[in-house]
């Protein structure tokens, strides 16, 4: 067996690798031997098939898989010795030739690598980085206290439609007649709403229930009916009001505080504000950490200056997608698949160099979070302790989930580390300049 590598280009290579009879023939023999045992073949016992028919029917597939094999396996072990870290995988080179596995026994093989750059990245009180902090102000803490509230509020009667009420309507278009239907306007967006508000039980009105819910499922439990029987329905109706319902705040009593809070901790109002304005905090920091990681992302890839072997990265892309992507399509979105995948490199390579590690125990308490806000959005906001610890195993355990879990702790780490070499300055925006940096970003 040869082994020769030759530079392509920056950070990318060809490693040619020629393999002969003496490095694939026992593997080849041994293939044979084993299609020989299994072959069921018209005329023969199982086990007696003549070896040349075998070698007839399968030898060149045998030689072609065992021969590549082979010389996969010695590049691989090549790599390793000569101590080349490469990016994404080894892949066929386009320069690979053809082969005659009809009458040859020698047989080069090509592949091709993109090297890994050198990272050499410094970082001190001279990088500089800012921490956007939104500030909290009196819509925001209204606004997140009503509908926190919302949760625990009762819908009461109202007079007229004003904003996002829950209406009982009748449906009729001649053809078919709802009675009771029940119409959500806080399901709705501001424009689809605005034909309602002003009117009041009694009030008729033109509707087309196809633009009045463009989803199929809302549509027919609005007409209580089946979704595969709505084909053929006339959808225009005359909707006539018979309730509007609003949802009223519950009264801030003794009885509220102990379901609302039932671990305790908050018993009146004051304690009430404190509680939103610190939840209005924690969801905000996780605004301003995330927009602080795409910040350092953008400033670490920046500062690194890496040659990544674009060309290369752009082939491999293609090969293992196994042509699912045209390169047209690599092509359009490449600039941001390198972004992301150079800071996937930067962070493999401050978790090496400092050592950061992330624990089960840290995994299955972010699990658990995980877990806890899934159960909250279907109204269970204080689920038991034991069984948030059994869906957070089971996320863990799932390897999609488990694997993004592990994947943003670390990133969250790194970013943490980077954090304490530079020097951050913290600052103070508004909700709506946060929003226009988060979307410069």
């Known amino acids: 067996m040869n082994i020769v590598r030759e530079q392509r280009g920056e950070n990318n290579s060809l490693i040619r690798v020629t393999v002969g009879e003496a490095d694939y023939g026992q593997e080849v023999e041994k293939s044979l031997r084993e299609y020989k045992r299994k072959a069921n073949i018209p005329g023969f ?118 904003s996002d009420e829950a209406l009982s309507v009748t449906l009729d278009n001649g053809e078919m007649n709802v009675a009771d239907a029940y119409v959500g306007l806080i399901s709705m967006d501001e424009a689809d709403r605005k034909p309602f508000i002003g009117k009041k039980v009694g009030d ?71 509680f939103i304005d610190a939840q209005i905090e924690a969801e905000l920091r996780r605004e301003s950490d995330y927009l602080f990681t795409l910040q350092v992302r953008d400033y670490l890839v920046k500062k690194a200056d890496l040659k990544m072997p674009a060309a290369f990265l752009k082939r491999w892309l293609y090969t293992i997608n196994e042509g699912k992507f045209s390169m047209e399509d690599i092509e359009k979105d490449f600039d941001q698949f390198l972004k992301m995948f150079t800071w996937n490199y930067l962070q493999k390579h401050f978790i090496k160099t400092d050592g950061i590690s992330v624990s089960k125990e840290e995994a299955l308490s972010e699990a658990k979070a995980l877990a806890a806000s899934q159960f909250a959005q ?19 355990a799932d390897k999609d989930q488990g694997q993004k879990i592990y994947e943003k702790l670390y990133e969250v780490k790194v970013v943490e580390d980077v954090k304490s070499k530079v020097k951050v300055t913290e600052k103070a925006v508004s909700a709506d300049d946060f929003a226009k940096l988060a979307k410069e970003l």
């Open 45 to 162: 016992r199982p086990g007696m098939v003549p070896m040349g028919i075998v070698k007839k029917m399968y030898g060149k597939g045998v030689l072609a898989e065992q021969s590549y094999r082979q010389a996969s396996n010695a590049v691989f072990e090549y790599l390793q010795k000569e101590g080349i870290d490469y990016l994404g995988d080894v892949i066929p080179a386009e320069e690979q030739g053809d082969f005659d596995f009809d009458n040859a026994t020698e047989f080069e093989f090509v592949f091709e690598i993109g090297e890994a750059p050198e990272i050499k990245l410094e970082l001190s009180d001279k990088d500089k980085l800012t921490y956007n902090k939104i500030k909290v102000d009196k819509k925001m803490h209204d606004d997140y206290r009503s509908n926190y509230l919302r949760r625990f509020g009762r819908l009461v009667d109202a007079e007229k439609v004003t």
């Open 204 to 274: 008729k009105m033109k509707v087309n229930i196809n633009e009045l819910y463009k989803n199929p499922a809302q549509r027919a439990a609005c007409l209580q009916v089946k979704e595969n029987e709505l084909e053929g329905v006339n959808p225009e109706f005359e909707l006539e009001i018979t309730k509007i319902r609003k949802f009223a705040e519950p009264e801030l009593n003794e009885e509220f505080f102990k379901m609302a809070f039932p671990q305790g901790g908050v018993t009146d109002e004051a304690g009430l504000d404190k």
């Open 378 to 396: 279907y109204g269970m906001p204080s689920a038991p302790d034991d069984m948030l610890e059994g869906y957070a195993e089971k996320i863990l």
